[in-house]
């Protein structure tokens, strides 16, 4: 596989699996390296001449092992679930649910600035109109018009195509 191929994966398969990585492990830099260690082993497979048939299950079946084996290493997980867990196929659900996150993420982040700040000690972080007004030194009204403008925006990028999204109910 060339590596303009390879790239492309990484592109449309890093951040879903890193929120994969993410719900495994609770940690971000642990997901992170889990998510790093899966290209890298996909990448060696293929300079190896190993055809992978599946490169979205070989992914998150990987991913799935190697945060298997940290929590294991660090004690958090002893082996029985694991053997368990770790001879059945990643679940749907899991891959989708990952995917909308990254999706939600990727959006969140796109958002402008102010916006997405107001969003985020909204949502993440738990503050109310009014904290975040006091907090940022500006009306509750302007915390209400961007968080209309934030949900919108949301609506727009995690509508299927041609189509309008009116709540989203895992916010």
Partial sequence: MERSSF????????????????RLLGNKEEAEDVVQSCFASAWERLQNGVEISEMKSYLYGTARNLAYSKLRSSKKLTDEPLAEAESEDVAEEDIDTSERDAKLWKA??????????????????????????????????????????????????????????FFLPFL
Avoid at 7 to 22: G, Q, S, T, V, W
């Fill in 7 to 22: 790239k492309k994966y990484f592109d449309i398969y890093y951040l879903p699996i890193c929120m994969y990585a993410l």
């Fill in 108 to 165: 969140i982040g796109e958002l402008p600035e102010k916006c997405r700040l107001i969003f985020l000690m909204s949502k993440r972080d738990g503050f109310s109109n009014i904290e975040i007004a006091e907090e940022l030194g500006i009306s509750v009204k302007t915390v209400e018009n961007q968080m209309t403008k934030a949900f919108s925006r949301l609506r727009e990028a995690l509508a299927p195509k041609g189509r309008k999204v």
